[in-house]
C-alpha cells in the first residue's frame, strides 16, 4: 500500500519555514545542552568540554532529564509525542530520564484557562456558564494536542459529569512545519542511504501526518471513542467513556467522566487489591481483540491514556489516533504471530514472502534459519529477562540483509506493540506474553478459517446469494448462447489462420519430401 508523499498546507513558503523551524530547533538543543548528552558517550570527554566551551553563555545546571523534558516541551506536539513513546519503555533508558519523560503523558505545560474558556464560546458560540451548570477553569491534564477539564452538564441535559477535552489554540501550523521538516530528513534519507528505499522513509512520513491531522479534529476523536466503545460494548476487559454528541465540535469533545486509578500508579493499585498479573495479560487480550477482532485498535496506549477502574477493568482515554488493518493485513499478521509463537520459523519465512513483504526470490531455508536464530534466544523467559532493544537491532539487521521492506501501514501497529508490552513489563515482569497470547490467535485463526469462519462468510453473502441463485440458470444459458467473447473472438482468428498457415507449409513439406523420394526412386 503506497501513500501520498506528505505536501505542506502552502507550498509557496516551505523552504523558508523549514529553515527557520530548523533553526529553532537547533537552538532548543542547544539551550537545553541536548549536545551534551550525546557527545558524554565519547569515552575522552573532549567533545563535550569543547561544546560547553563554545556555548559558555548557557546554564545547564539543571539534572539532564529535567533539561530533555523541558526541551521537547518547547519544540511542540511531535517531540512530546517521542517523549510519550520513550516513557513507556524504561527497559531502554536509565531511571532518571523514564520518570521525567513520564510526565509527558499528561502533565504538560497547560494553556490559560482564559484561552481554553475563549475555545468553548467559540465552539458553542455562548459561554461555557450557558453550556455547563459546572465548568471546573483548572485542567485536570493537559498533553501536547489538547487538554481537559471537569465539569457538569445542566439538569435539562441529564445532569452528566463529563470531561472536556478542548484543542490547543494555534497547533496546525507547529505540526505542519514540523512534518515539512520531516519529509525533508526523510527525502535525504531516501536519497543519501543505500537502505532509504526499503525503509520508506517518506512513506512513514506521510502515514505519520496522517494520524497527526486526524488528531486536531476531536470530531473524529469522538467518532474513534465511539466505534471502540461498541466494539467492547459486552466485554468484561475495557471500558471507554460515551461521547455526548449534542456538545462535540472540531475543537471541543464532551464524554462521559471516568474514574479510576491511572496505571502508572502500581503501588495504589496493589494497595486497592487489584491482580497486576491479570491485569497485565488482560492488556495482552484487549490488543490482540482490537488488531485481529476489529481490525481498529487504540494506537496511543501509553500510561497517561489508561486507568483501572475499581473492578479490574481497563478503562481507555483519548481516541485522536487509533490505527486500522485491512483482512490482508491482519491475515498475514496472524500467520506471522501464530508461527512465531508455534516457534514454526519457515512459516514465517514464508508469510513473509507470499505477503509481498520479502523478495519472492528470497531462499526460505536462509530467511528461516535467520529468524530462527534470532526469536529462539527470547522463547521460555519472562519479559523482565528479554532485552528487546538488543532484538529489534538484530531483526533489522537481519531484514537488512533480506531486504525486507518496511511496511508504512503497520508502523503504528510497532509502535502500539512497543507500549503494550512496556506497561505488561511494568505491571507483571514475569508475563509470558507467548502463552498468554498464542490462545487467543489460534481461536482467532479457527475462527477465520475453520467452520465458524465459514458460517460467517456464508451469513455476510447470504443476501447477494438470495438475489444471484435464481438468475443463475438464465446466466448460464445466455453465456453457452452467446458462444465466443467478442473479446476473444480476434485471438481465436488469429489462432485459426496461424493453423491454416502452418497446415500449408506442412503440405508444401509433405510434397517435397514425396518429390524427393520419387527422384530417388525412379
Known amino acids: 500500500m503506497l501513500l501520498p508523499r506528505f505536501c505542506p498546507a502552502n507550498p509557496a513558503r516551505p523552504a523558508a519555514m523549514r529553515l527557520f523551524r530548523l533553526l529553532k530547533i537547533a537552538s532548543v538543543a542547544s539551550r537545553f545542552g541536548l549536545d551534551e548528552m550525546v557527545l558524554e558517550h565519547e569515552p575522552t570527554g573532549r567533545l563535550v568540554r569543547l561544546a560547553n566551551t563554545l556555548q559558555f553563555w548557557r546554564d545547564l545546571s539543571a539534572p539532564r532529564a529535567v533539561r530533555l523534558r523541558l526541551a521537547l516541551e518547547a519544540l511542540g506536539p511531535i517531540f512530546v509525542k517521542f517523549g510519550q513513546v520513550l516513557s513507556t519503555r524504561r527497559d531502554l533508558m536509565p531511571t532518571d530520564i523514564a520518570d521525567e519523560l513520564a510526565k509527558l503523558q499528561d502533565r504538560v505545560p497547560p494553556f490559560e484557562s482564559h484561552l481554553a474558556l475563549a475555545e468553548v464560546e467559540k465552539a ?73 528505499k526499503r525503509l520508506k522513509p517518506r512513506e512513514v512520513v506521510a502515514e505519520f501526518a ?117 483482512d490482508s493485513d491482519k491475515n498475514y499478521l496472524a500467520q506471522n504471530f501464530l508461527a512465531f509463537f508455534r516457534r514454526d520459523y519457515k512459516r514465517v519465512a514464508e508469510a513473509h514472502i507470499e505477503s509481498g513483504w520479502a523478495p519472492k526470490e528470497t531462499r526460505v531455508d536462509e530467511f528461516e534459519a535467520a529468524i530462527r536464530a534470532v526469536c529462539e534466544p527470547i522463547f521460555d523467559r519472562p519479559l523482565k529477562d528479554i532485552s528487546f532493544g538488543k532484538i529489534l537491532l ?105 493453423q491454416h498457415q502452418q497446415n500449408r507449409w506442412l503440405a508444401i513439406i509433405a510434397l517435397l519430401l514425396a518429390c524427393i523420394a520419387a527422384t530417388l526412386y525412379y
Open 210 to 326: 496522517k494520524y497527526l491531522r486526524d488528531e486536531l479534529d476531536l470530531m473524529r476523536e469522538a467518532a474513534n471513542a465511539s466505534q471502540l466503545r461498541r466494539n467492547f460494548s459486552e466485554s468484561q476487559l475495557l471500558i471507554v467513556p460515551e461521547i455526548h454528541w449534542d456538545w462535540c465540535t472540531s475543537t471541543v469533545m464532551v464524554m462521559e467522566r471516568m474514574k479510576g486509578t491511572p496505571i502508572s500508579q502500581i503501588d495504589k493499585l496493589r494497595a486497592d487489591g487489584i491482580d497486576l498479573a491479570k491485569l497485565s495479560a488482560a492488556g495482552v487480550e484487549i490488543f490482540f481483540t482490537q488488531v485481529f477482532r476489529d481490525g481498529f485498535f487504540h494506537a496511543d496506549m501509553h500510561p497517561g491514556n489508561i486507568f483501572v477502574a475499581a473492578d479490574g477493568r481497563y478503562i481507555a482515554l483519548d481516541f485522536g489516533i487509533v490505527g486500522t488493518l485491512t
Open 394 to 498: 538484530r531483526l533489522f539487521q537481519t531484514s537488512r540483509r533480506f531486504n525486507v521492506e518496511i511496511q508504512p501501514q503497520l508502523v503504528m501497529l510497532q509502535k502500539t506493540l512497543l507500549n503494550i508490552e512496556g506497561l505488561g513489563r511494568q505491571l507483571d515482569p514475569e508475563l509470558d506474553l507467548w502463552k498468554t497470547a498464542k490462545p487467543f490467535l489460534e481461536r482467532w485463526m479457527s475462527e477465520q478459517i475453520g467452520w465458524r469462519g465459514l458460517m460467517r462468510t456464508f451469513k455476510q453473502e447470504a443476501p447477494y446469494l438470495a438475489r444471484a441463485l435464481p438468475q443463475l440458470p438464465r446466466l448460464v444459458h445466455q453465456s453457452l448462447a452467446q458462444g465466443p467473447r467478442a473479446d476473444l473472438q480476434p485471438q481465436i482468428d488469429r489462432l485459426i489462420a496461424a
Open 124 to 196: 458553542y458560540g455562548r459561554p461555557a456558564s450557558e453550556v455547563f451548570a459546572e465548568f471546573d477553569p483548572n485542567p485536570i491534564a493537559s498533553a501536547s494536542i489538547a487538554q481537559v477539564h471537569f465539569a457538569r452538564l445542566k439538569v435539562e441535559d441529564g445532569s452528566h459529569e463529563v470531561a472536556v477535552k478542548i484543542l490547543r489554540p494555534n497547533m496546525r501550523d507547529v505540526i505542519d512545519h514540523d512534518l515539512a521538516l520531516l519529509d525533508t530528513f526523510a527525502l535525504l534519507l531516501e536519497k543519501l542511504w543505500s537502505d532509504g
